[in-house]
């Protein structure tokens, strides 16, 4: 036999540290999550499924947490997606000119480190001295100065606009290049059919661009699901526990030296992750239509 | 230079038998063709001698060496690829001098051995260039110099004309036989294209389903097919067959006349074949009534799309005849020292026309 | 004719207002940098009143901006030389020789697109491997995490490089390593590009990992670094915006020198799905 050009140990260096730093800590944790781990003794004692047990009780707090992961995942998924196929469909049809200039500026919060995000938009959301009270003020919507980040009841709604406003360029970017990939023949023989513009936004662009509609939706449903940065340096889970997340709770639990139950609720996302992440790659395994 | 010789070779992927249990001689510094249609196994056959595809049975021997282990570059092989293959981020030069480079060689050696393989091949004012600066006439000489730097024991070509236009196609497939003229390498060459099998071989080899149909040199081919597989694959336009049937010392057309023979066919149903050329008009051969549907005109010579009265379709060479339209009845007389005489299983039958 | 033009004026105004509202905040922060402490208070848009250029001064000084600096730059271009090289060559084996265990390890691997990190267990893990609190720890933790998309990344551009070049090379002596570093990598720029780029700018902007596995303060990056900056001086905004702009220059400088590649890496990537 030839000795093949492509050899196996190519893989090797990437492999052992996918498997030092990922999957041997996420299966390690599914052991580790039947235990009473914890930073105050060095002794580990096996206790069944206790953490679970507590995770999913009423009378405790993570199933709230784990509702407003949810909230946060589906409405800054629904409200990006939205607004980014509005702003691609406004690049690729509306202006003719600058587009590149448009998309460039649209993207660049994208790249900002979200906890910088989070510090500029503590003073821009401030509710006396804040950007945008001053000016909802200055146009005469005082009603609408509200107590964005203090006010328990709309504070998780703050966070997913910031994070919207972040994320919000990446979908537009995918989209618009998914919108130029549609070859302008369906467009015109819609035309020729007698399809008005709405009827070809339904028919043709929304059909065409469902593949990259359903990635783009499900990478952020893999980000919301583990949003933590934005959280912790906006609100850090308050007020109250009004905004307090998976991953703001593992983090407590972390610096607290609960690591068991910790362990355990990482255990609980790693699996609920693993499925979508069967899915995803599903999603992205496929081979293109057209 | 060296001989090549493969011994009870096959080649299987799985189940799947893409070169079954196949046996052939190159002789030293011939140039020999593997020609069929695509899928026949020709181009696997082609990489197993590269070293590019492992052999799963039998062996490949080179200058009386087994190489079935070996690498490509142990065999002494150099090959040129169907899409040139040219290495897009390095310059013409690079390219060519590339496997030099790996051989350890020094730069002066290199520069002198790709200066000379220029020289041989009228490309040193692009040795500079990239690729993608390059026409396809121009890269195909690309890749061949970088075949010929190396001074191969064999040379190997995978379809190397198929991506050039009509024109360019001629032209590289002269410049390939001068080539061979010069170098005097054992050269094997693949191509699904029997004009280039015919003008470039000394050996022909016509594969069908990983099996050898017939080898033999391109005359003998012509004159001399086993079967109608191969009869059909050489000449062209391609030969034509008739339906027929034996009768007391004699062979009966369907289309109507009857061919005196010497030799008893064994077979009920048989086929006859014809190569439009040789046809006669106005002959005392026997005669065949067609109506004409197309003549197609090339200029030097003209060819005549007919049906017979049996409803087969039928090639004839008019060169003379110019004022046939479609629709005309036609009568034209067959060389019956031309015909072939085929089993409807598709073997030869040796008989020959009574003259 | 007049509607048209009414029409591409209406477009261009909705482009230039959400262009806007994502260059404002960064904007806000760019000349509050330059204030005095009192007018910054307000963090409102208008210009210094006077212009304070030793905010950056003694930013640089107070927040310890040089070491933290050199910390993210380390971090940043480590991981991504490691983690663009190793899913480079993973990920051009993988593509290929498809054979069914390789197919099921691309997948193992890109699974991890989607899969959490258990941050309790990776503790163990790095002091198992006395890594915790070190640099080379936190460089090897972004390596790791960054190799599942960086190989989906590259697997799918491998497909685009015809195999014929791989045999012309092996015809032409290679082995599989000279085939891999002198033939396939450099046909691998533009891929390599993005993933680096996108991988730097990831690493930079996290700040994740370092407030989980980095307790000394000489190791933070910029982030970290601004964070417990902000922590001190909440009441300084013409600092802490001061410090933000710092640390966000780089990473505006490399989007912009780099949006190309990142453009056309992502959509290739996306919208293949």
């Known amino acids: 036999m030839l000795r093949g050009p492509y050899p196996a140990y190519f893989v ?48 405790e707090r993570y199933l709230t947490y784990l509702a407003n992961t949810m909230i946060f995942a589906v409405v800054s998924i629904a409200l990006k997606t939205v607004l980014g196929l509005g702003l691609a469909v406004l690049l690729h049809e509306g202006v003719k000119r600058f587009v590149n200039l448009y998309r460039v500026l649209i993207y660049l919060p994208v790249v900002l480190p979200t906890l910088i995000v989070a510090l500029i938009f503590k003073s821009i959301l401030n509710p006396a001295t804040g950007l945008l009270n001053s000016f909802l003020r200055s146009v005469g919507l005082d009603g609408f100065a509200l107590q964005w980040l203090v006010d328990p009841r709309i504070a998780l709604f703050s966070i997913i606009g910031v994070d919207t406003w972040k994320g919000v360029g990446f979908i537009t970017v995918i989209l618009l290049a998914g919108l130029q990939t549609i070859p302008k023949e369906y467009y015109e023989a819609a035309k020729i059919d007698g399809a008005g513009a709405w009827a070809r936004f339904r028919h043709v662009t929304i059909p065409m661009l469902m593949p990259a509609i ?77 | 230079m060296a001989s090549v010789e493969l011994k009870n070779v096959s080649k299987s992927y799985g189940s799947l038998e893409v070169i079954d249990t196949l046996n052939l001689s190159i002789a030293d510094g011939s140039f020999t063709v593997f020609v069929g249609p695509s899928g026949c196994g020709k181009s696997t056959l082609l990489r197993m001698v590269a070293g590019l595809e492992p052999i799963s049975k039998g062996d490949v021997i080179i200058d009386g060496r087994r190489v079935n282990d070996a690498d490509p570059i142990q065999r002494g092989i150099a090959m040129v690829f169907q899409n040139y293959a040219l290495y897009p981020h390095m310059t013409v030069e690079q390219n060519i001098g590339f496997s030099l480079r790996m051989a350890k060689l020094d730069k002066p050696a290199i520069a002198q051995r790709v200066a000379a393989a220029a020289a041989t091949l009228q490309i040193e004012p692009l040795l500079k260039r990239r690729p993608a600066q390059l026409s396809g006439g121009q890269r195909q000489r690309v890749a061949i110099g970088r075949a010929i730097v190396r001074n191969p024991e064999v040379f190997l070509f995978d379809e190397p004309l198929s991506n050039l236009d009509a024109e360019l196609r001629v032209s590289m497939r002269v410049e390939i036989a001068k080539l061979h003229n010069t170098l005097k390498s054992t050269m094997i060459y693949v191509t699904h294209d029997q004009t280039e099998a015919m003008t470039l071989a000394d050996q022909i080899v016509v594969m069908r389903a990983g099996k050898i149909e017939q080898v033999g040199t391109p005359d003998g081919l012509y004159e001399d097919p086993q079967n109608l597989f191969v009869a059909g694959f050489i000449g062209s336009p391609r030969m034509n067959f008739l339906r027929a049937s034996p009768s007391n010392g004699s062979v009966q057309l369907e289309a109507g006349p009857t061919l005196a023979i010497s030799g008893a066919p064994s077979t009920q149903d048989m086929v006859v074949g014809i190569r439009p050329e040789h046809f006669v008009f106005g002959g005392d051969g026997p005669q065949l009534t067609i109506t004409a549907d197309v003549i197609e005109n090339l200029g030097g010579t003209r060819y005549l799309y007919g049906t017979t009265k049996s409803g087969e379709a039928l090639i004839v060479e008019a060169r003379e005849q110019t004022g046939i339209t479609s629709g005309d009845q036609v009568s034209v007389g067959l060389r019956t020292e031309r015909a072939l005489f085929f089993e409807s299983s598709g073997q030869r039958l040796k008989l020959s026309a009574a003259s | 004719m007049a509607n048209k033009n009414l029409k591409a004026a209406g477009a261009h105004s909705m482009a230039i207002l959400a262009s806007l509202v994502m260059v404002i905040p960064i904007y806000l922060i760019a000349v509050n940098a330059f204030k005095s402490r009192a007018q910054a208070s307000a963090m409102s848009m208008e210009l210094p009143t006077e212009w304070h250029f030793e905010n950056f001064s003694t930013v640089i000084a107070q927040g310890k901006l040089w070491t933290s600096f050199f910390n993210s730059l380390l971090y940043a271009t480590a991981s991504t030389a490691i983690t663009t090289l190793v899913s480079a060559m993973a990920a051009y084996v993988l593509s290929r020789a498809r054979t069914r265990g390789r197919r099921f390890l691309y997948l193992f691997i890109i699974m991890g697109i989607a899969l959490p990190i258990n941050y309790f267990t990776l503790t163990s893990v790095m002091q198992f491997t006395n890594l915790n609190n070190t640099r080379l720890g936190i460089i090897l933790l972004y390596a790791a995490t960054q190799i599942p998309f960086t190989v989906f990344l590259i697997y799918g551009f491998i497909e685009t490089i015809p195999k014929e070049l791989d045999e012309a090379a092996i015809v032409d002596g290679c082995k599989p390593l000279s085939l891999f570093f002198l033939i396939i990598l450099p046909l691998l720029t533009p891929v390599l590009a993005t993933a680096a780029i996108l991988n730097f700018l990831g690493v930079w902007s996290d700040f994740i990992f370092p407030l989980y596995y980095l307790n000394s303060s000489a190791n933070w990056p910029m982030t970290l670094a601004v964070y417990n900056f902000f922590g001190q001086f909440q009441q300084d905004w013409n600092l802490v915006s001061a410090d933000i702009l710092l640390t966000i220059l780089p990473v505006i400088v490399v989007y912009l020198l780099g949006q190309r590649f990142i453009l056309s890496g992502l959509t290739s990537g996306g919208v293949k799905g």
Do not use: C, M
């Open chain 1, 214 to 290: 359903v990635v783009v939706t499900v990478l952020n449903v893999l980000h919301g699901l583990r949003v933590f940065d934005i959280v912790y340096a906006l609100t850090n889970g308050g007020p109250g526990y009004a905004t307090e997340v998976i991953y703001t709770e593992i983090f407590k639990a972390f610096s607290q030296g609960r690591f068991g139950l910790g362990t355990a609720i990482s255990s609980v996302l790693f699996v609920i992750l693993a499925v979508a992440g069967y899915f995803v790659i599903r999603l992205l395994e496929r081979k293109p239509t057209r």
């Open chain 1, 12 to 59: 090797l260096p990437a492999l052992v540290l996918y498997l030092t730093f990922f999957i041997v800590p996420s299966i390690g944790g599914i052991g580790y999550s039947f235990t009473d781990w914890n930073s105050y003794s060095t002794e580990v004692n096996f206790i069944g499924l206790d953490n679970y047990a507590r995770i999913f009780s009423p009378k």
